[in-house]
């Protein structure tokens, strides 16, 4: 299966969501927040840093729980730049 180019805006949102994610881990370490979401810590590294800009919706909401972030205020804060 062939993937379209994400357009600048995804790119800017997944960005977005990565520091998102970075801040609300605080002194968190990446394997604790990962192992906590089910997830790997690469995998963690990646949508952090912006190279996996459009992970999975169950990727996403296993770490919001993890984190203790609503998926709402996640949505509204990464929507944010659709916006501007």
């Not at 994610?21 to 979401?37: I, T, Y």
């Not at 963690?44 to 840093?49: A, D, F, M, Q």
């Amino acid at each position: 299966m062939v993937r379209n180019p994400l357009t600048p805006e995804e790119r800017e949102r997944g960005e977005r969501l990565g520091r998102l994610l970075r801040e609300a881990r605080g002194g968190r370490s990446m394997a604790q927040v990962a192992a906590h979401a089910g997830i790997s810590a690469e995998t963690l590294r990646k949508i952090e840093t912006g190279r996996a800009p459009t992970p999975a919706f169950f990727t996403v909401a296993a770490l919001a729980r993890a984190l203790g972030l609503s998926m709402d205020d996640l949505a509204g804060e990464c929507a944010l730049l659709a916006v501007m």
